[in-house]
């Protein structure tokens, strides 16, 4: 016993040791939650409390669960297989396999993955006549799981209107479908398994008498129906052990819902909640970062990180002129590191948008850097991009077979897998490319509102010719407008990432004109390829880590770079509008300021060419908000010269005046005297404005009069 408890500091040791009685566990990031949760578990057993059979342990990874089981089998000579201990899911599923009967399922049911939920979907919505433009069968599958994730079925929805009587139905019938075949999607199973213990009292007494202590890890990251399917199990008698961080619950977007801690400490009367503040990750300027952060998020339970590890590094911020530069700044800075012998692998680039990448990786690229994106694909890799691309290669050379295939039903227009073979059997037959039996079929036929191979060949010549005499910025927007590509992602529940790398393929192509003198379409083509096929390091080969803030959740790192911290990028501007939007972003930034260990950098640029526009920034809230002692500036590398404007000789180049200035900040109008920082001459003025983070969406700023207060 002396062993199992040895080396645990106060607050540990009383988390594990706890009487018969729930309890919430506050764990602060790199406070070796996942040490109390399994020597909890150890102790239980080892006292006698409970056998290994008589507990419920739930984590939100198979990779924690192999982990724990791992831990408790060197702790303690027992055989861990038999053990309740998995993922929301992976225990449902084991439950329903057990009692498929009580489940109304066949013995041999089988899992939908997310694609063939989709596919199910789809082949219920073809059945029913439902027009998949009016109701695109990605927006159903996100109703249907959504509304499963809230535990409701389709008879117990509202229906407000024509549209949500629709889509009620749809996931009725799908349901339906669904049961016929003997299938189960993954929303399902949770769902299924909470309505079976619902209805058979039995068996839920069952459970609740043997599972005497239940334990749930990533508490914070719960949706509304999980956590009604622990209470369930809890019944009135167990013992629950909530560990979490709601400072670090940034899943909202997944149904996540941070008020299930409140919840819990009301509805199981939780006298004991325990903080675990002591960080054994970070130093302690980094730590002190994080708490003068997230202290300014008003909703939360309230701890403070400390270390005995020591103050450490300061907290490195650098301001590059342009997005160019911080990824310059960026790729020097990985390169001293690496020669004072830190392994590229420690190393890690966070970033708010998927699309912010893009610079990143071309600079690291032209550097000879390897690097891997992790949780993602690299820019020119990512699905969105690889349709936009093959419709500019087909507007380049329609004779490409490869690209063609990749885009011919996608948007979809009605091509089915049989077209597409008849197509391919012409082409053999006439010796010739896809897109010369594409447009005989064609010839035979007529277009449909854009439907079918004619509607196809008809797009492909549209673009043809209004991507004429073009540059390519100016191609890549009417392609991806006109090919449906935009408006198919942005209704898509989660596309706006997707949005905003074709946006992001405007700069690339921006920057790839500015680079490359006198450059076509063709050269930018062979270009993407190149760095879609080259320097993504090897499995295995030591690299740098790239990723977003999402994904660099339960990860750790010497260094951390954290880009683009401005105003609108990180806090993302979307979150100005949403309800508890800021206060979601500042737990990201908390999240990502404790990945590191031992060297923190923030960077930002005075400009950045974002989605095809130069957009002016500030630095960001999040910077404002670390005490000055925390930090330690790094100067920007000597910014290009610019005259100032002839109406004022300015007293420093960065100085800040009032201005009467009129400005578009997209689409809204502000009036006189906001304040800016100037820069530039009357043909090449650079504006900068800054609003006091007032929240207002910015984006890019267009001028027409300027003229001192």
């Not at 060197?74 to 929301?88: D, E």
């Not at 449902?92 to 009692?99: E, G, I, P, Q």
């Not at 008003?298 to 400390?306: A, D, F, M, S």
């Not at 927007?477 to 898509?492: F, I, K």
Request: some cysteine; glycine content about 6%; charged content about 25%.
């Amino acid at each position: 016993m002396t062993d199992l408890l040895e080396g645990l500091n106060n607050k540990q040791l009383e988390a594990v040791t706890l009487p018969h009685q729930s309890a919430l566990i506050l764990a602060g990031a790199g406070s070796g939650k996942t040490r109390v949760l399994t020597t909890r578990i150890a102790w239980l057993v080892q006292t006698g409390q409970v056998s290994p059979s008589g507990l419920l342990a739930v984590t939100f990874t198979n990779k924690a669960a192999k982990e724990m089981l791992a831990r408790l089998s060197a702790m303690l000579p027992i055989n861990t297989r038999g053990m309740w201990v998995g993922t929301f899911h992976g225990l449902c599923n084991r439950f329903l396999r057990l009692h498929q009967h009580e489940a109304r399922l066949p013995a041999s049911f089988q899992i939908l993955d997310m694609a063939d939920q989709l596919s199910a979907v789809k082949r219920v919505m073809k059945l029913m006549q439902v027009d998949d433009e009016k109701f695109p069968p990605k927006q159903v599958q996100s109703y249907i799981n959504n509304s499963k994730e809230e535990g409701l079925r389709a008879a117990q929805l509202d229906a407000y209107d024509k549209h949500s009587e629709r889509l009620r139905e749809i996931y009725a019938e799908y349901d339906a479908q669904c049961q016929r075949e003997g299938v189960v999607d993954f929303a399902e199973l949770l769902l299924r398994c909470y309505e079976v213990l619902v209805r058979e009292t039995a068996l839920r007494e069952h459970y609740q008498s043997r599972f005497k202590y239940v334990l749930v890890d990533e508490f914070q990251d719960t949706n509304r129906l999980q956590y009604l399917w622990l209470k369930l199990l809890a019944g009135t008698d167990n013992c629950v052990l909530a560990v979490g961080d709601d400072d670090q619950s940034i899943y909202a977007f997944r149904g996540a819902r941070v008020g299930n801690m409140l919840d819990f400490e009301h509805d199981f009367k939780i006298k004991t909640v325990i903080k675990l503040e002591q960080n054994y990750r970070s130093h302690s300027n980094i730590l002190d970062a994080a708490n003068a952060i997230i202290t300014h998020n008003t909703k939360r339970l309230g701890k403070n990180l400390w270390t005995s590890s020591g103050a450490g590094e300061p907290v490195r911020v650098f301001q590059g002129y342009n997005d160019i530069e911080e990824a310059n700044f960026i790729v020097e800075e990985v390169k001293a590191l690496q020669n004072e012998g830190q392994s590229l692998a420690d190393m890690a680039l966070l970033y708010r948008s998927n699309a912010q990448s893009r610079v990143l990786e071309h600079a690291l690229f032209s550097a000879g850097v390897p690097y891997r994106v992790y949780g993602g694909l690299r820019f020119f890799e990512r699905a969105e991009i690889k349709h936009a691309m093959a419709y500019l290669r087909l507007v380049a050379n329609p004779d490409d077979d490869t690209a063609l295939l990749r885009v011919i039903n996608f948007p979809t227009r009605g091509i089915g897998a049989r077209s597409l073979e008849a197509l391919q059997e012409a082409a053999r037959q006439a010796q010739s490319n896809l897109w010369v039996a594409a447009c005989t079929a064609a010839s035979r036929g007529t277009a449909n509102g854009g439907k079918g191979i004619p509607g196809f060949v008809a797009l492909i010549k549209q673009l043809q010719e209004q991507c004429t005499g073009l540059t390519l910025p100016e191609m890549i927007d009417v392609v991806t407008a006109q090919s449906g590509l935009r408006q198919h992602y942005q209704l898509e529940k989660e596309g706006d990432d997707r949005v905003a790398n074709l946006d992001e393929l405007v700069s690339a192509a921006m920057a790839f004109i500015k680079e490359n003198d006198d450059s076509q379409l063709v050269d930018f083509l062979t270009f993407a390829s190149l760095e879609a096929g080259e320097h993504q390091a090897d499995p295995g080969r030591e690299a740098l880590q790239l990723m977003t803030v999402h994904a660099s959740k339960g990860l750790e790192f010497h260094s951390v770079f954290i880009v683009g911290v401005e105003e609108g990028l990180f806090p993302h501007e979307q979150s100005m509008f949403e309800a508890n939007g800021l206060e979601e972003e500042r737990r990201l930034m908390y999240v990502a300021v404790t990945r590191a260990r031992r060297r923190l950098y923030l960077t930002h640029a005075q400009s950045r060419l974002l989605h095809g526009q130069v957009r002016y920034g500030v630095p960001s809230r999040f910077i404002d908000e670390i005490p000055e002692a925390l930090l330690k500036q790094i100067n920007t590398r000597a910014a290009p010269k610019f005259s100032a404007p002839a109406q004022v000789a300015p007293r420093n180049p960065n100085a800040q005046y009032p201005w009467r200035i009129g400005l578009a900040v997209n689409h809204q109008k502000f009036g006189s005297g906001v304040v800016v920082n100037y820069e530039g001459n009357e043909d090449d003025l650079r504006v900068q404005v800054n609003f006091g983070h007032t929240g207002m969406k910015w984006l890019a700023v267009e001028y027409a009069k300027l003229e001192p207060v």
